[in-house]
C-alpha cells in the first residue's frame, strides 16, 4: 500500500498545556482537557491539520505514556467533535534510530497519521549528508507511519540537510514530505520546484508563515506555523488566498495586506518562543494560564514584553475576530 500523503494547508505545532504546579510534585500534569479543546478549536477555525508533540510541543520535556496519552486525547476529542481522520503528525525528537521507531510506533497507536522526524543533531555539523541519508532510511524503512523530514538547525545543533539530500531522500517511499525550519528561503525553493520530487508524493512546508505567500506560489503544500495556534482563521485565510489560481487581482491586494501583518506578528514567536505561544494563546483565545509549564521553560514572558506587541497582535487579533 501506497504512504498516505499529508495534505496541503496550514498545520500547526501545538504547545504542550498544562495544569497549575501542585505541591507534591517538581513538574505540572499535561491538560489533555485544555490542549483538547484548543485543538477542537484549530480544526473549526480552518486549521488543516496538528502537528503534536513536536519541539513546540515540548516533547523532551514529557514521558513516553503522557505523549501516548496527550496524542491519544487530542485524537478522541477530534473525533467526539465531527473531525474523524483530522490530520495530526507527532513529532519525533530524539538521535537514535531504535529509539525513533519507538516514538513513531506509539504515535501510530495512539492516532497520529504521520510522523515528523527531526534530523539528529546531537554531533552537529559532525554528522555528514551521507550520514543523514543512511539515518532517515533506516528510520523509514521500519516506520510504522509515513515519514516527513525535519530540519530545524537552531534545535539540531547546526545540522542542514542540504537541498540534494532531500531530494534522494524524496525517493523513498516511505517519505512523503519535509518541514523546513530555516531561513533559507533559496534551499525550500530548490526543493520544492526541483525537477526529481513529484509534489503529488512529496509535500514541502515552511516552518515560517513569513514565506507562506511566495512558497506556496512556487508550489510548496503550505506550512507548520506556530503563529495558526494563536490566530488560525488569519493564517488559514492567507493560506487559501495564495493558493488560488488563477489569482485574482483583488485576492492578490487581500493576500498581501494580510502577508504583512502575518510577517510582522511572526517576528513575536522568533523573539518569545515556547512561553510567547502559550502566552498570547492565553491572551488572545483564553486557553491555558499563565503560570508556565515545565523546567527549564516555567514562567512567562518578562514583566512587559508581550506590551511591547501590543501593535501588531491587536491588529492580528481584530483581522481574527473579522474572519
Known amino acids: 500500500?501506497?504512504?498516505r500523503i499529508p495534505p496541503d494547508g496550514i498545520l500547526v505545532p501545538s504547545p504542550t498545556f498544562f495544569?497549575?504546579?501542585g505541591a507534591s510534585s517538581p513538574h505540572p500534569a499535561i491538560d489533555i482537557a485544555t490542549q483538547a479543546a484548543h485543538s477542537v478549536h484549530l480544526a473549526r477555525s480552518g486549521i488543516t491539520g496538528l502537528v503534536l508533540m513536536g519541539s513546540t510541543g515540548e516533547a523532551i520535556h514529557l514521558t513516553r505514556q503522557e505523549r501516548f496519552d496527550m496524542i491519544a486525547g487530542v485524537r478522541k476529542a477530534l473525533d467526539d467533535a465531527g473531525f474523524p481522520d483530522y490530520p495530526v503528525m507527532a513529532g519525533v525528537l530524539v538521535n537514535g534510530t531504535d529509539e525513533a521507531l519507538e516514538w513513531l510506533e506509539d504515535a501510530k497507536k495512539a492516532g497520529a497519521q504521520w510522523g515528523l522526524v527531526l534530523a539528529p543533531g546531537y554531533f552537529g555539523a559532525a554528522a555528514s549528508q551521507a550520514g543523514l541519508v543512511d539515518w532517515f532510511t533506516i528510520v523509514a524503512d521500519r516506520s510504522p507511519l509515513p515519514v516527513l523530514?525535519?530540519?530545524?538547525?537552531?534545535?539540531?545543533n547546526g545540522v542542514v540537510i542540504n537541498p540534494e539530500t532531500y531530494v534522494t531522500l524524496a525517493a523513498h517511499p516511505n517519505i512523503v514530505g519535509a518541514k523546513m525550519s530555516?531561513?533559507?528561503?533559496?534551499?525550500?525553493l530548490q526543493v520544492s520546484l526541483h525537477p526529481k520530487i513529484d509534489a503529488s508524493k512529496f509535500r514541502v512546508y515552511s516552518g515560517f508563515g513569513q514565506q507562506l505567500g511566495p512558497i506556496v506560489l512556487f508550489n510548496a503544500a503550505?506550512?507548520?506555523d506556530g503563529l495558526g495556534a494563536i490566530f488560525p482563521k488569519t493564517v488559514s485565510r492567507l493560506f487559501r488566498l495564495v493558493s488560488e489560481r488563477p489569482a485574482r487581482e483583488?485576492?492578490?491586494?487581500?493576500a498581501r495586506k494580510l502577508q504583512w501583518q502575518v510577517s510582522a506578528a511572526e517576528e513575536y514567536i522568533v523573539r518569545t518562543g515556547v512561553l510567547g505561544i502559550r502566552e498570547a494563546i492565553c491572551?488572545?483565545?483564553g486557553f491555558g494560564h499563565l503560570e508556565g509549564g515545565r523546567a527549564p521553560l516555567r514562567g512567562r514572558l518578562a514583566d512587559g514584553e508581550y506590551d511591547k506587541w501590543s501593535d501588531i497582535l491587536g491588529k492580528m487579533t481584530e483581522t481574527e475576530k473579522s474572519l
Open 283 to 285: 491572551k488572545v483565545l
Open 19 to 21: 495544569k497549575p504546579l
Open 222 to 224: 503550505g506550512a507548520i
Open 149 to 156: 523530514l525535519y530540519n530545524y538547525p537552531g534545535v539540531t
Open 1 to 3: 500500500m501506497a504512504a
Open 182 to 188: 530555516h531561513g533559507n528561503v533559496s534551499h525550500h
Open 250 to 254: 483583488e485576492t492578490l491586494e487581500e
